[in-house]
């Protein structure tokens, strides 16, 4: 797959889209052929591994027709590195968001984490839904869940693992185009979710901002630990954008400590600039 960007001069950027389905034999020598370009792929995209009860598992919630108007089903992840080494077991049961979703603020207070890949979902749903947002690469599933539960469709969740999970350093969740995606779905959602004062919803403030401002919290002080000083700056200027968001009392600790953090995040006071950071949007 190959897209061209419009600009000067023009931006090529190549996929090499991998399908597996029983290509497993033949993986190996596939993935190796892309690497031996003499202009390499910008990017390799090859399907998890399921287990080999997966679609038996998520099809049979469809099959029993007990659940009015089921959207999809998804399960647990066993998270696996980049050798295929199991490191957790069961990764949903570790993260503070509890499935099968039961309300819009649930869907925009925490990342998701129903992946596609360990989901099964309506048709007749993804159609409804509009597909996903393209101008996402990073949160286009969580837009897409979110999307379903407010057209009204209702989810089944598995609590057993149905897919193996490959998560690393170099991976799309830590690369600079999931940065601006998250940045686009930030903005998305505070269009989409204004705040009503007279029915004390402030979903800006209350929800979006926080979610938002914990990660970026979090993509700064790891950025400023690995002396990354890309995602360090890219980390705080977003931070900044999603200011306006927070809480007043937020926004007045931040007005003070911004100038100091200003200094120290890129120069030998990381740590002091990490310190304060904490203390700011705590």
Not at 203 to 221: K, N, Q, T, W
Request: net charge positive.
């Amino acid at each position: 797959m190959i897209q061209l960007r419009r600009g000067s001069p023009i931006l090529i950027t190549i996929a090499a889209v991998i399908p597996l389905y029983n290509g497993a034999p033949f993986i190996r020598e596939a993935l190796e052929s892309v690497l031996a370009q003499s202009e390499p792929a910008d990017e390799i995209i090859v399907d998890d591994i399921w287990y080999d009860d997966h679609l038996a598992i998520l099809k049979q919630a469809f099959s029993d027709g007990k659940v009015r108007r089921l959207g999809f089903v998804h399960g647990n992840l066993d998270q696996i590195d980049r050798a295929g080494r199991m490191m957790v077991h069961g990764v949903l049961d570790m993260l503070p968001i509890a499935h099968p979703l039961h309300s819009a603020t649930e869907c925009l207070k925490h990342d998701l984490f129903i992946l596609p890949g360990a989901s099964l979902i309506a048709k007749a749903a993804i159609v409804a839904a509009g597909y996903f947002d393209e101008r996402l690469s990073g949160y286009e599933d969580d837009d897409l869940f979110l999307r379903l539960f407010l057209l009204g469709y209702r989810s089944i969740y598995i609590n057993e693992a149905v897919t193996q999970w490959r998560i690393y350093p170099s991976s799309t969740s830590f690369s600079p185009r999931m940065a601006r995606s998250r940045m686009i779905y930030f903005h998305k959602l505070i269009e989409a979710f204004p705040d009503e004062p007279r029915l004390n919803l402030y979903f800006g403030r209350d929800v979006i901002g926080p979610r938002f401002m914990r990660l970026l919290r979090s993509e700064f002080i790891e950025g400023s630990r690995q002396r990354d000083k890309a995602r360090t700056a890219q980390a705080w200027a977003d931070i900044n954008i999603i200011m306006p968001a927070m809480r007043p009392r937020t926004r007045r600790r931040f007005a003070v400590l911004r100038p100091l953090i200003e200094v120290l995040y890129d120069g030998p006071f990381t740590d002091l600039a990490r310190f304060l950071l904490r203390q700011a949007v705590r």
